[in-house]
């Protein structure tokens, strides 16, 4: 699976953004997305999780409330609606794939990544 992450960019403190990621192959359903993000001198750290059919959601209590994780297997796209955004989410963002939706909080739980998209949140 090679995953191609897009929709990065700099907003203000309030605003939104909508990331998407694109997946290659025709077995997509068949692979739990995440979404991790990565800010400068810090450890990569879960965003949110969805299940291959799209039916079970998960999210870091971070974002809770303000981000949307969300898929369309017809089009093998997974999207990250990022509302209310805070200068905290500043970082680059990543997608990645798991075939096990075991360990979604974590990076070693999935198979393939992304190249990451930056997000800057102005204040």
């Known amino acids: 699976v090679q995953l191609q992450a897009s929709g990065g960019g700099l907003v203000q403190a309030g605003g939104s953004l909508r990331l998407s990621c694109a997946a290659s192959?025709?077995?997509?359903?068949?692979?739990?997305m995440g979404w991790f993000r990565q800010a400068p001198g810090k450890e990569r750290e879960f965003v949110a999780a969805?299940?291959?059919?799209?039916?079970?959601?998960y999210y870091a209590d971070s974002v809770k409330g303000r981000f949307t994780i969300s898929r369309d297997n017809a089009k093998n796209l997974v999207y990250l609606q990022m509302n209310s955004l805070k200068p905290e989410d500043t970082a680059v963002y990543y997608c990645?794939?798991?075939?096990?939706?075991?360990?979604?909080?974590?990076?070693?739980?999935?198979?393939?990544w992304g190249q990451g998209t930056q997000v800057t949140v102005s204040s």
């Open positions: 969805i299940s291959g059919s799209g039916g079970n959601t």
């Open positions: 192959g025709r077995t997509f359903s068949r692979y739990a």
């Open positions: 990645a794939a798991t075939s096990v939706l075991s360990n979604y909080r974590v990076p070693q739980g999935y198979d393939y």
